[in-house]
């Protein structure tokens, strides 16, 4: 479970449920937490308020390689962390393959073209 | 009336044809045509010695059934003496007596004389009155010899009023009055139309009777306010209602249509003693249309009367009307609207109630520029189960939430002013309605949308709020163009929990979230498929 600051993801570490009343209508709040500073934040102000709040830790070992890591979206960030770390890394290091491989071909033809050995 | 004979243009002179004696009734001219046809008057002769005839006949030249000295002395005339249609002394003497005549016996018309008042200003009482003599003693004390006098007293009282104010209870300057065969004073409409109308006053403020037509006396107010609604006919009318408190022990019941209830401001008020079994207000409109409600200030006396039916003004399946420029301050609804549609809700102050409006299962209907502040514990705006209305230029401060939407879809909400505690604009199961160019700063939320959908989001200004757009099971939103930062917009100006623009939870889905100016902390989005989020401004 995550959430995306932007292009960042932030695992979520804690949930933070409790109840508001509006109006007529009561409604189930609830604040996803990514480090307990911010679940302490949340806390803090439900109890100066008085208001009765429930707080769920979320197992995240095994997910830490996902923090921090960027993407243009959620659905793409979803998409890597349900193949998994392994996945990633593959990918990853595919892709850096492929990087290298096209940086040694812009090298030699610059080269050839230049009649200078690299 | 005496009779007026036609003159005939430049007074043209014919001749005597034969001589004639004094007693001779039929004479001959030389030329007929140059006299008016008959019946007529001629002048025989000129000067001081001249014969004025009557001739009730002519035939070509000839003038018969004549009377012989009709003015001046009958006597023989020879043959070509002049005559002539000239300007007589009778004719300016039936001229004078006929206008006088009809000045004393002209009928309106409707059949009745026209009375011409005499007004004497003296100590005594005028010996035998008559209709319309106004007496004025020196005391300035006026009396009346009929019922036309007393309307004429009523008439000087409202052209003083008129003098001295730009709108009064009676009347509006420059507002013509009329008045009915049977002696009843109208306001005339632009139109020319009559309007029935009834003023009331209390004499807790020092009104008499002679100032109003139901006067209160400070208790069951509604009494005399209802009769007098009562009174006007099945068209409507209007009730003004004069400077003073009024103290109403049950509902003031609106029940045809057409009808204005006018007060003079805060200087009106209506003052709620009594708690409702049901939904009703101190003002209830049930079933009717185009009636107006404005200017009078209604204290619901929340301090005393807790019912939450306790409602300032209450339309109950009521159309087209208008609501506007009253104070409902202190009930447990400033104005609360039931199965009412298309109605006008403009320019009032609803402050410390518990909602300043609330609508319910009401569409079309336009709110715009009014103020709700100190709404507690609920909203400024409340709209359940209600469509396609319009909230506009509204200001609502310090409530616990400035509008909300429950169940409403299709409502515009723009350019309103949501500086409130717990949510500025705040939307729950309601759909494609707009929320567009409302500034919501200072509120734990400025704008939150929970269980809602296709609803677009443009050119809001959300500052310093805990959150400024969140959204919380919502999906296909469009939230572009808007503004919410804290402080400077530094990173620093944020806690963790504190966000621009936060899709709450995983149940939102294909939100597009762009061109957001977002200073100092980026979109946060906990879940969901398909939301976007570009172009948003955050460093």
Known sequence: MFRMLGKRVELIRYIVKWQETQGEETIEMEERCVSEEHKNEIEQKLTERGIPFSTESIAQAGNEWFEGLEFDSYDEALEVFNAGREAYEQKKQLQELTDNLRLRADIDYLAIMTGVDV | ?539
């Open chain 2, 1 to 539: 009336m005496q009779p007026m004979y036609h003159g005939i243009v430049n007074s043209p002179v014919t001749e005597l044809a034969d001589e004639i004696d004094a007693d001779a009734t039929t004479i001959e001219v030389v030329d007929g045509s140059k006299l008016p046809n008959a019946p007529n008057i001629a002048t025989i002769g000129t000067g001081e010695d001249a014969e004025t005839i009557l001739y009730e006949q002519k035939t070509g030249n000839i003038l018969s059934d004549v009377t012989r000295g009709f003015q001046g002395t009958a006597k023989a005339w020879p043959a070509g003496t002049k005559v002539s249609r000239m300007f007589t002394e009778y004719d300016h003497a039936s001229f004078r007596q006929n206008i006088q005549e009809l000045n004393t016996t002209l009928s309106d018309h409707t059949g009745n004389p026209v009375i011409h008042p005499r007004v004497f200003q003296q100590d005594t009482p005028p010996d035998n009155p008559q209709d319309g003599d106004l007496w004025i003693n020196t005391s300035d004390d006026v009396y009346q010899g009929t019922v036309f006098a007393q309307l004429q007293q009523e008439i000087a009282a409202h052209k003083a009023e008129i003098a001295t104010s730009t709108q009064l209870g009676h009347v509006k300057v420059g507002q013509n009055l009329a008045i009915d065969p049977d002696g009843t004073l109208h306001a005339q409409a632009s139109g020319g139309k009559k309007v029935a109308r009834f003023v009331i006053g209390t004499s807790t403020a020092g009104w008499t009777e002679n100032d109003v037509d139901y006067l209160c006396d400070g208790v069951d107010d509604q009494e005399e306010i209802n009769a007098a609604i009562q009174a006007l006919p099945a068209s409507g009318g209007e009730i003004v209602i004069l400077d003073g408190t009024y103290n109403i022990g049950a509902r003031i019941d609106v029940n045809k249509n057409s009808v204005t209830i006018r007060g003079n401001g805060s200087a009106t008020v209506l003052k709620r003693m009594w708690n409702s079994g049901s939904n009703e207000g101190v003002i209830t409109l049930n079933s009717v249309s185009n009636c107006k409600i404005e200017n009078l200030q209604i204290d619901g006396n929340r301090s005393a009367y807790t019912s939450t039916n306790n409602c300032g003004i209450y339309l109950f399946s009521s159309d087209n009307n208008t609501i506007t420029g009253n104070t409902f301050n202190n009930n447990s609804r400033g104005i609360y609207l039931t199965d009412s549609h298309n109605n006008t809700i403009t320019g009032n102050t609803c402050n410390y109630n518990n909602f300043g409006i609330y609508l319910y299962l009401s569409d079309n209907n336009t709110i715009t520029g009014n103020t709700f502040n100190d709404n507690d514990n609920a909203s400024g705006i409340y709209l359940a189960n209600s469509d396609n209305n319009t909230i506009t230029g509204n200001t609502c401060n310090n409530n616990d939430t400035g509008i909300t939407l429950s169940s409403s879809d299709n409502n515009t909400v723009t350019g309103n002013t949501c500086n409130n505690i717990s949510f500025g604009i705040y939307l729950y199961a309601s759909d494609n309605s707009t929320i567009t160019g409302n500034i919501c700063n200072k509120n734990g939320y400025g704008i939150y949308l929970i269980d809602s959908n296709n609803n677009t989001i443009t050119g809001n200004t959300c500052n310093n709020n805990s959150e400024g757009i969140t959204l919380f099971s919502s999906n296909n939103h469009t939230i572009t163009g808007n503004t919410c930062i804290r402080g400077t917009g530094q990173p620093s100006d944020y806690t963790s929990s504190q966000y621009t623009i936060h899709l709450s939870g995983s149940g939102n889905s294909y939100n597009l979230i762009s061109s957001n100016n977002c200073m100092g902390k980026d979109v946060a989005i906990d879940g969901g498929p398909g939301n976007t989020s570009v172009n948003n401004k955050y460093n």
